[in-house]
């Protein structure tokens, strides 16, 4: 046999992804929202997106991604990130510590909610799966998805 | 979930085994579908919860081969969770329809060895013709069976959910929850989990 095909649809894997585990409870590397603490605020050109990361935990630039009740793909102009040999996908950017992204409001819809998804792993190897946020865009209150 | 912490420097690192009350209480349900490895009647149970393009499964998956062989007493189960790239649910998929021919461990084994994160379907797929499994059979299986593979997966993920587990490698053991493992990490964790009254 050539090859053994199985086609793999974005649904299947955006649902896998969303049954990832909400951050909180339980076991013992830190919970993903202490590892890499999320606030949001706008501002005059539109959002403010931080994250703080824990010492020995770090997120990867290339994990982000911005999406609308519509299902339409906002764009997210990401800093220039630490170069890495990471053990889970090889030369990536990273960012360790604090890191800042701004969404303008012209490319924010009017009202709605923003998927906001995430990832980032610690330096002993273990790997979060993707985080989700859900933000409602008129009042900025941010849910776990 | 409740839980004492038990912090044990091993090998020059610290690990971390978190004993889970929860889990003493009531035994990790267990999917009546997940494939099993070493010995089914152990009295240890290790739930392996890993991705094929997770790093430190791939760095841990020879010290925890290891441990089950030598320790002969410890019942492991694998719970495919492809948290990491869309690569990572194709390898859980076929490894999962290949279960239906009794070649899950070989196929698991092929893939786990892959070196990097970044590992394609296209070289999964290469690697499968190393695994000794029928292809023909593995492809038909794969196409058979889809629908019921893919609602184990996310029932894998849902238990991780429930369970409050954050990424991969995780390693339920005994009634204790554990991550970046080594062999002595996996030794002592197992002598905990029977020192605890075992599965």
């Not at chain 1, 610690?122 to 989700?132: L, M, S």
């Not at chain 2, 009647?41 to 997770?54: E, Q, S």
Request: glycine content about 10%; hydrophobic content about 45%; proline content about 6%.
């Amino acid at each position: 046999m050539a090859g053994l095909r199985i086609l793999l649809g974005a649904t299947i894997w955006a649902g896998l992804a969303l049954a990832a585990p909400a951050p909180a409870r339980a076991a013992q590397p830190v919970p993903a929202d202490t590892a890499f603490r999320f606030s949001i605020q706008r501002d005059a050109g539109g959002l403010a997106l931080r994250w703080a990361a824990l010492p020995g935990h770090y997120l990867y630039r290339d994990r982000f991604e911005a999406v609308t009740d519509a299902g339409l793909a906002v764009a997210l102009t990401t800093p220039p990130g630490e170069r890495k040999n990471d053990p889970n996908f090889g030369d990536v950017e990273i960012y360790r510590g604090a890191v800042s992204i701004a969404v303008p409001a012209a490319d924010l819809p009017p009202r709605g909610a923003l998927r906001l998804t995430y990832q980032g792993c610690a330096e002993n190897g273990f790997c979060y799966a993707p985080v989700t946020k859900k933000i409602d865009l008129r009042t900025l209150a941010v849910t776990e998805e | 979930m409740n839980r004492r912490t038990v912090l044990t420097a091993l090998a020059g690192a610290p690990v971390v085994f978190s004993a889970c009350e929860a889990l003493a209480r009531t035994p990790l349900p267990v999917d009546p579908q997940a494939p099993v490895g070493g010995n089914p009647k152990g009295d240890v149970t290790i739930v392996a919860f890993f991705d094929y393009n997770c790093g430190y499964c791939k760095k841990a998956a020879p010290d925890l081969d290891r441990i089950v062989a030598q320790d002969g007493r410890i019942r492991l189960i694998y719970l495919d969770w492809p948290i990491l790239t869309k690569a990572s649910v194709y390898g859980a998929l076929v490894a999962l329809a290949a279960k239906r021919q009794g070649k899950y461990e070989a196929v698991y084994r092929a893939l786990i060895a892959l070196p990097g994160g970044r590992v394609s379907e296209d070289q999964m797929r290469a690697a499968l013709a190393t695994s000794g499994a029928d292809l023909d059979r593995l492809q038909r299986d794969a196409d058979a069976h889809r629908t019921e593979i893919v609602a184990q997966i996310k029932r894998n993920a849902a238990l991780a959910q429930k369970l409050g587990l954050q990424g991969t490698p995780t390693y339920v053991i005994g009634s204790g929850v554990a991550s970046t493992l080594d062999y002595e990490g996996f030794k002592a964790a197992v002598a905990q989990a029977r020192a605890r009254g075992g599965r």
